[in-house]
């Protein structure tokens, strides 16, 4: 086994119109993210834009971790002990890829290109940053003549790297329309994929290089409290277990398997309307007692969310999510709901934290990644793409362009979880989220993603705040 490796395998930044402030994507699964006071300290983020109503940027941190061969658990590697350089490569290659429409099965890799895609196709090249506290290493690239700001690197005062992606900008140099959702000729936007290495000097003066980690710079996610219900650590996850590198939980524990199935289902009410029809009302405590007498309620609840299926277009739970589904209506599952079972080592579980913000489903073509994650060939291992077979701007390359046609056409039953379609108001009514913005407003939302509401915990409800539209 490797003796270093980068975590999280996939890290998920975000743009924003903010270039001063940013946050953290989140690092655990009670956490919205963090970002810095003055003094380097980190506190959970409470406002998802400045001052002057910018959307901050959504930072993707990466440590690289060390393996204990005698517990065979890799944890965050001693700073004080080695000194790192990490090397970073953004490529937005969305123009550039021959497509004909949003692929319907996993597209093979390296995706084709069209002729003339090097003027195209927007390249940072490789960027190196090290030490602590460092900031400015710029991610630019060129879409034909006009230099294209794909984000910046900067680290923490350990010496961890992190990640900002672009401003969110989307243009046309020669002032094309909008042509429809998916695609638009001479259109750019600053999303970006791609790789990062990490350069792990020891006491000793040996170097050695830690196994690469990727990350993914997607649009906003406006309701970060309202976990998809199947997310792309789900999608990556049965990749995975069909692929036999990993097995499935055979006694499904309630508080890491079944309930949060359970809670995302009943958070979508936050976000959207379609399966309000459908509420989930019994307690935790019922819906995790295996007593024989109590699978009627637990089937009736099982057959509650596979409602989602047909209320959400494209959508589908993965079939290791309906397989626990099924346990647990048979009683076949461990009741640990007053002692929660740990099921991840931390690395393990820093993965699941970070890709758990995500959508997984709605692959037409997708908010963070597409229907291309779903071949098994991508991967060296669970949840890390092999950087030998997938090229920088792959995973985003058949995402829309530009990202805001897809969020203002599919409006409804979509992705409501990142891109909410009816929202809770403060004063307890309740409105279309993207008002102010009609359907054909396609520059409109380009020109106005920044004013859009964002969707937080309030006093046990989730509740729209933040809106300048």
């Not at 550039?96 to 002729?115: D, F, W």
């Not at 277990?241 to 309630?254: A, E, K």
């Not at 056409?409 to 108001?425: A, E, F, I, Y």
Request: hydrophobic residues 35%; proline residues 6%; charged residues 20%.
């Amino acid at each position: 086994m490797e003796r270093f490796k980068i975590f999280p395998s996939i890290g998920i930044a975000r743009v924003g119109g903010s270039l001063n402030q940013f946050y953290l994507c989140p690092e655990s699964n009670n956490s919205l993210g963090v970002e810095f006071d003055n003094s380097g300290n980190e506190n959970e983020v409470k406002n998802f834009k400045d001052a002057s109503g910018l959307i901050k940027r959504q930072g993707a941190r990466f440590k690289v971790y060390e393996l204990n061969s005698a517990t065979g658990e890799y944890k965050p590697v001693d700073m004080n002990l080695v000194s790192i350089k990490w090397t970073v490569h953004l490529v937005n290659k969305k123009a550039g890829v021959t497509r004909q429409g949003p692929p319907a099965t996993p597209p093979n890799i390296p995706l084709p290109l069209r002729p003339n895609s090097q003027e195209l196709i927007i390249d940072s090249g490789e960027k190196q940053i090290s030490g602590v506290n460092q900031n400015g290493v710029a991610l630019k690239g060129k879409y034909k003549t006009n230099t294209v700001d794909l984000g910046e690197l900067r680290t923490d005062n350990n010496g961890n790297l992190i990640v900002l992606g672009g401003a969110g900008i989307s243009k046309s140099p020669t002032n094309q329309p909008i042509a429809n959702f998916y695609y638009s000729n001479d259109w750019y936007d600053d999303t970006s994929d791609g790789f990062i290495k990490a350069s792990v000097k020891l006491e000793d003066g040996r170097e050695v290089q830690a196994l690469e980690a990727w990350v993914i710079v997607a649009p906003p996610d406006y309701a970060p409290n309202v976990k998809g219900v199947v997310t792309l650590y789900d999608i990556m996850e049965q990749v995975a277990i069909s692929n036999g590198q990993l097995q499935q939980v055979q006694v499904p524990s309630f508080t890491n398997h079944v309930l949060p199935i359970i809670e995302r289902f009943k958070n979508i009410k936050w976000v959207s309307g379609v399966l309000d029809a459908f509420p989930i009302t019994e307690s935790k405590s019922v819906l995790a007692d295996t007593a024989t007498t109590n699978l009627p309620t637990r089937r009736g609840v099982r057959n509650k969310i596979l409602r989602i299926e047909t209320a959400l277009d494209s959508f589908e739970l993965t079939q290791y999510q309906k397989d626990i589904l099924e346990k647990w209506v048979n009683g076949n599952f461990t009741n640990d709901l007053s002692n929660p079972i740990p099921s991840l080592k931390s690395a393990d579980q820093l993965n699941k934290d970070v890709l758990d913000t995500t959508v997984g489903q709605g692959f037409y073509p997708g908010i963070e990644g597409g229907i291309i994650v779903k071949n098994p060939n991508l991967y060296i291992e669970p949840f890390r793409f092999d950087s030998t077979k997938v090229v920088a701007g792959d995973i985003s390359g058949l995402m829309a362009l530009p990202w805001q046609a897809d969020f203002l056409k599919c409006r409804v039953n979509w992705w409501p979880t990142q891109r909410p379609d009816r929202v809770k108001l403060s004063n307890g009514t309740d409105a279309d989220w993207q008002r102010g913005i009609p359907n054909g407003g396609h520059q409109l939302l380009i020109n106005n993603f920044n004013k859009l509401g964002f969707i937080k915990p309030k006093n046990g409800e989730q509740i729209e705040d933040e809106r300048t539209l």
